[in-house]
C-alpha cells in the first residue's frame, strides 16, 4: 500500500517528460528551466549551491541556538548542558585515567562521564577553547551549575563548530557520491540541492543539537561518512570513521549489524575473503588500541571503564566481526538502568500500558527478551546484505537495524530516534513521501522533551521550515503528491490528524490525575504504531531490491 | 504539524489553480521561508527601538488623543512619528487587551528596559512586526507579476522577500520598515499599472505613517501633475482637484484629530526636531561624512601650521543627538543647506519627470530621490538606505548592469546596517545573511544573464563560464567588496589587538567612510543611468 512509483514506471515517466520538455523550444521553456535552476539546480552539486544550502543550514543552527538549552536555570542536577559542560571540566582538570574513576574531584554520580573515550577527547579539546576565554566557567567543583550569557554562547558555538567539521562534510561528500554513483538509479529530474537540505535540515538533528545541546552531530557525522566511503568503494576509510564514531558514542552501534553484513557480504564475493575480513578486523582493531591506549596498558582501568561504559558493546562488535555471534548481545545495554527512560515510542514502552513488563521480569530476564527481539528484528536485513550487498540494500539496511534497535533494545532514549533517522534522510529521494512523514512522527515522539526544554517555538518554526522546503517549489521535480494513490492520501491524511490532535491534546489540556501521563503514554504508542509501520515495509523494499537485482540478472543472462 | 498540514493544504490549492497562482505560490513560499526564519530570531537582541514601540502602544491605547504628542512620561520614548503610525500602533494594541495580555506589562506606560521584556510582550511585538509584512509581501506579488518572465520574477522576489538588511532592522533591531516599505512598493505597482490616483493615496498614507519618505515627495508631485492632470485644461484641472481632493483627504484624516485639539504646533515640533545635529552618533554613509573627515583633516593640518583653530572635541565622535554640529574650518551646515542640496541633486529627476512622465522610468526616477535624500539631508540614519535599494530590487533584472549595481549596493547598504547589531550573539548570524544573500544574488543574476541576456555569437566565442562570472562585478567591484572585508577584518580583530579598547569609534568610521565611497559611486551612477536613458 505505501509501494512508491515503481522504478521502472519512473524511469519511463522520466524519459517522457524529458521528452516533452525537449520539444517546446519556446523562450517560456528557457525562462522555466532558469526558474527551476535558480534555487534548485538539478543533479548537479554546483560547489556554490552547496555552499548556499550549507551555510542556510548553518544559519538555522544559529538561529535555534539562541533559544534556551536542556535543564536551563533549574539547579541540583540541571540537564545535558551541565553535563556537557562538567565533562569539560573533568577532563581539562583531572588526569586521563581519572576520568571514568570516582574520585574527590569527579563525583561519578554528578553527571559522570558515560560515553567512550572519543567524548573525552572532544570534551578537552572544546574546554581548551571555552578555558582560554571563559576560565571560570569550568573551574574544577567551583563551577558546577555554572551559567552566563557568554559561557552559553561558546558552549554553543563549540556545537556549531563540531558541526560544521564532521557532518556538513560528511553530506556534502556523500551527496556528491551518491549522485556520481548513481545510486538512486535513474538520476533525471532529482534535486542534489534539495537532497542535501533534506540531511542537514533534519529538524530533530538541529534541535536535540542546538537547542538541548548534544553533539550528536559528531557521532552521527562521522557514520555518515563512512557510509559515503562505502559507497564509494573505501571500506578501509569507511571502517575507521565508523570506528570513531562508535568511540565517540556507543549508541553508533545500532549500525553495526549493517556495516558488518555488508562488509562480510562484499568480502565473500572477492578473491580471498578471509584476507579481506582480516584486513578490516585489523584496522578496527589499530583505531580501538588508539582511542583506548590511555586505559589499555592496565585490565584494571579498562574494567573501570566498562562499569560506565558499555565496553562491552564494543566487545560484541570485535565479537560479531569475527562473526562468533551474538553470544555477548544481551550485555549491550547499562546494567542498572530500566527498560526505557521516560517515555519512548518503542515497543517495550508502548506495550507496558498493557503488560507490565517491569513487573513480570527481573532486569536480567528483561535485558535478554530485549537482546532476542533485537536480533530477530534486524535478522532478516542482516541477511539480505550478506546474500546480495548492494549500496541501495546497504542504506534500507543501516535504516532497518537502527529502528530495530529504536523499538526493541534495553534502555533507549527519545533522541535515539535521531539514529534511525540519518539513513531514513539518506534515502529521501527513494521514499520522500514517508521520509516527510517519518520526520513528523519522529518530531511528535520528542514533543514532550521540547516542552520541558521550553522549545516550542524553535520547535514549530523548524517544522515549518523542513515542510516549506520539503514541498517547494521546483524542488523535486516528482510530484509525489498527485502521483500518490488515494489509498495512500487517506492514511497520510488519518496520521497527520492523529498528529495534530494529540499535539493540541499535549499542549491545551490538563491529563486525568489518576493518569498524569496518559497524553504522554498516548503519543508514544501512536508513534509507535507508526515506526513499526514504516520499518515493516522498508524491510520489504529492502527485500524486494534482492528480487529486482535478481530479476535482471536473469534477464542479461538470458539475452 | 498544523503549519505542516496547512502549508501542504495551502500549495494543493494554489497548485490547482497554476499559472495564474504560480507566482503568489512562489511569492508565499519564499515568504513563509523567510517567515520561519524571523520566528526563529524573535528570541535575538532588540534595540531601544523595541521598547519605544511597545511605549507608543501603551501610550496610543491608554492616553487620549489630544495628549499623544504631548505625553512626556518617559522621555526615552516620545512618539514622533505622524499620526496614520500612531493610529496604526492604536491599531495594534487593540487585539492585546483581548488576548489578556494586560498583566505582562505590554501597555504599561512606564518604561522597562527592551532585554528584560516578558516572553508574551516579545512575542507579540515580534509577531505583529512579522504579520504586518503580509503588506510587503502583497506588494512585492503585484510588482513582480508585472515583469512577466518566470525567471525574472522570482529572482525578483527572492531580492525583495530575503532581504537581509530588512531582516536585520525590523526583526533583530526592532522597527516596521517591511510595512512601510510595503505601502510604498504598492504605490509603485499603482502607478505602474497606470492607477494614478489609487498611488497617490498609497503615497499621501505613506507620508502620513512616516514622514521620511516626504523625500519623494517632489518627485511624486511633478509626475502625478504631468501624468494623471494631463489634456486639456478642463480635464487637467478637474483631475487635479481630484487628486488634490483625496489626498488632502488622507491629510485631514491623519492631521485632522491634532488640529481640532489645537495639538497641530506640538505635532509638528515632534516630527521635525531639527535641534538634533547633522549627523547621527553613527555616521550614515553619506556626503557628510567626508565634509567632516576634510573638516577634521583641515583642523589637524592648520593647527600644525599654526593658525589658531578652536578645536571643538571629539564632536562627531561622542554621539551628537541632541545638539547642533560645529564645524572648525568649513562652513557651519545648516537644515536649509541640506535642503537646498537634496532639491538641487534631485532636479534632474525632476525635470526628466516633468519632460517625459514615463511609468517605466518611475521606480528608477524615485530610487534616486531617496539615494539624494540619503546622501546629502538633514541627521540621516543607516537604515534610509532601505528607501532605495528596496525599489531598486524590482528593477535589478533589467539589465547587467543594473544588476551589478544592485549587487554592489545591496550588500554596502547591509553592511552599513552592522553596527546596529554589536553584540557577539548576533554576529555570525548577520553575517551569515548578507553571506546568503550575495550568493543567491550571485547564483540568480549569473544563471539569468547567462541564459537570456549573452548573445548566442558571445557563448561561441566565450564558451568557458567562468570568463563571464569574473567580469561579472568587474574589477572595481572586486576590488571594492575585498576592501569591505579588509575593513570588517580591520574592526574584528586587528582593531581590538593593535589599540586594544581604546580608539573605539575608529571601527565605526572606517565602515562610515568606506561604505559611503560605495554609496557616493552608487548616486553617481544612478545619476548617470537617469540622464542617459530616461
Known sequence: ?559 | MAWLGFASLLLRCLEEQQGRGAAMEEAVWMWAVAACVKALLIPSYRSTDFEVHRHWLALTSSVPLRRWYSDTSAPCCTLDYPPLFAYFQRLLALPATSLGLHPSGLLHLSPSPPSSAPLPVLLYLRLSVIVTDLVFLLAAVRLARRRLPIARRSIVLVLLLWSPALLIVDHIHFQYNGYLLGILLLSLSFLEEGKDLAAGIAFSVLICSKHLFLIAAPLYFVYLLRHYCRGSLWKASGRFLIMGGVVGAVFVAAFGPFFYYGQIQQVLSRLFPFGRGLCHAYWAPNFWVFYIVIDKLLAVVLSKLGFDIPSPEASFTGGLVGNSSHFAVLPQVTPLITFVMVLLSMSPCLIKAFQKPQAKHLIRWVAYAFTCGFMFGWHVHEKASLHFTIPLAVISVDSLNDARHYFLLSIVSCYSMFPLLFEPQEYPIKVLLLTLYAIAMWIGFSSYFKLVVVPAEDKVHNPSTSDREETFIGKFGTIYLLGLLGVELWGQLLHPYIFGSSLPFLPLMMISIYCAIGMVCSWAWQLRQILQRT
Open chain 1, 1 to 559: 500500500m505505501f509501494d512508491d512509483i515503481h522504478p521502472m514506471a519512473r524511469k519511463t515517466e522520466a524519459r517522457g517528460s524529458a521528452a516533452a520538455a525537449s520539444g517546446r523550444h519556446t523562450p517560456a521553456d528557457v525562462d522555466g528551466v532558469a526558474a527551476s535552476s535558480f534555487l534548485w539546480s538539478t543533479t548537479v552539486l554546483a560547489p556554490s549551491t552547496a555552499v548556499a544550502v550549507a551555510l542556510f543550514a548553518l544559519l538555522i543552527r544559529l538561529l535555534v541556538s539562541l533559544g534556551p538549552y536542556s535543564g536551563q536555570g533549574t539547579p541540583s542536577m540541571y540537564g545535558d548542558y551541565e553535563a556537557q559542560r562538567h565533562w569539560m571540566e573533568i577532563t581539562l582538570h583531572t588526569p586521563t585515567a581519572e576520568w571514568y574513576r570516582n574520585t574527590a574531584a569527579n563525583n561519578l554520580s554528578y553527571w559522570g562521564l558515560d560515553y567512550p573515550p572519543l567524548t573525552a577527547y572532544q570534551s578537552l579539546a572544546h574546554a581548551f577553547l571555552i578555558n582560554a576565554s571563559i576560565p571560570e566557567s569550568l573551574a574544577l567543583s567551583s563551577s558546577r551549575g555554572f551559567e552566563s550569557h557568554k559561557s552559553k554562547l561558546a558552549m554553543r558555538w563549540t556545537v556549531l563548530s563540531s558541526d560544521l567539521l564532521v557532518l556538513f562534510p560528511a553530506a556534502i561528500y556523500f551527496v556528491s557520491v551518491y549522485f556520481r554513483r548513481n545510486v538512486g538509479g535513474d538520476a533525471k529530474g532529482r534535486s542534489s540541492p534539495w537532497f542535501l537540505a533534506m540531511i542537514l535540515l533534519n529538524p530533530c538533528l538541529i534541535l536535540i543539537d542546538h537547542g538541548h545541546f548534544q553533539y550528536n552531530c559528531i557521532s552521527l557525522g562521522l557514520t555518515l561518512g563512512a557510509i559515503a566511503a562505502i559507497l564509494s568503494q573505501k571500506e578501509i576509510t569507511a571502517s575507521i570513521l565508523f570506528c570513531l564514531a562508535i568511540n565517540h558514542k556507543q549508541m553508533s552501534l545500532y549500525y553495526a549489524p549493517a556495516f558488518f553484513s555488508h562488509l562480510l557480504g562484499k568480502c565473500f564475493r572477492r578473491k580471498n575473503p578471509i584476507f579481506e575480513v582480516l584486513k578490516l578486523g585489523l584496522v578496527v582493531i589499530g583505531i580501538f588500541a588508539l582511542v583506548w591506549w590511555p586505559y589499555i596498558h592496565s585490565v584494571q582501568s579498562v574494567m573501570e571503564v566498562n562499569i560506565h561504559v558499555d565496553i562491552v558493546s564494543i566487545e560484541k562488535h570485535f565479537t560479531s566481526l569475527l562473526s562468533l555471534g551474538f553470544l555477548v548481545i544481551h550485555r549491550l545495554a547499562p546494567f542498572e538502568r530500566g527498560v526505557f527512560e521516560d517515555y519512548v515510542a518503542n515497543f517495550w514502552c508502548s506495550t507496558s500500558m498493557l503488560i507490565k513488563w517491569k513487573r513480570i521480569f527481573t532486569i536480567s530476564t528483561m535485558r535478554f527478551i530485549c537482546s532476542i527481539a533485537t536480533i530477530l528484528a534486524f535478522f532478516p536485513s542482516f541477511v539480505q546484505q550478506i546474500k546480495s550487498p548492494s549500496d541501495l540494500g546497504f542504506l534500507y539496511s543501516l535504516l532497518n537495524s537502527s529502528f530495530s534497535f529504536y523499538l526493541f533494545s534495553y534502555q533507549v532514549h527519545e533522541k535515539s530516534i535521531l539514529l534511525p533517522l540519518l539513513p531514513a534522510s539518506l534515502l529521501a529521494l527513494q521514499e520522500p513521501t514517508l521520509f516527510g512523514w517519518l520526520i513528523n512522527c519522529s518530531l511528535l515522539s520528542m514533543y514532550p522533551l521540547v516542552c520541558r526544554d521550553k522549545l516550542s517555538l524553535q520547535y514549530g518554526s523548524v517544522l515549518a521550515l523542513f515542510a516549506l522546503i520539503f514541498y517547494a517549489p521546483h524542488g523535486k521535480q516528482h510530484g509525489r503528491v498527485d502521483k500518490s494513490s488515494t489509498k495512500r492520501v487517506a492514511l497520510l491524511t488519518v496520521g497527520l490528524i492523529c498528529s495534530a490532535v494529540l499535539h493540541l491534546v499535549y499542549l491545551g489540556l490538563e491529563p486525568p490525575k489518576r493518569y498524569p501521563f496518559l497524553f504522554e503514554a498516548l503519543i508514544m504508542s501512536f508513534c509507535f504504531s507508526q515506526f513499526v509501520i514504516y520499518t515493516v515495509y522498508t524491510n520489504i523494499k529492502q527485500w524486494m531490491l534482492l528480487d529486482h537485482s535478481s530479476l535482471k540478472m536473469r534477464v542479461k543472462k538470458d539475452s
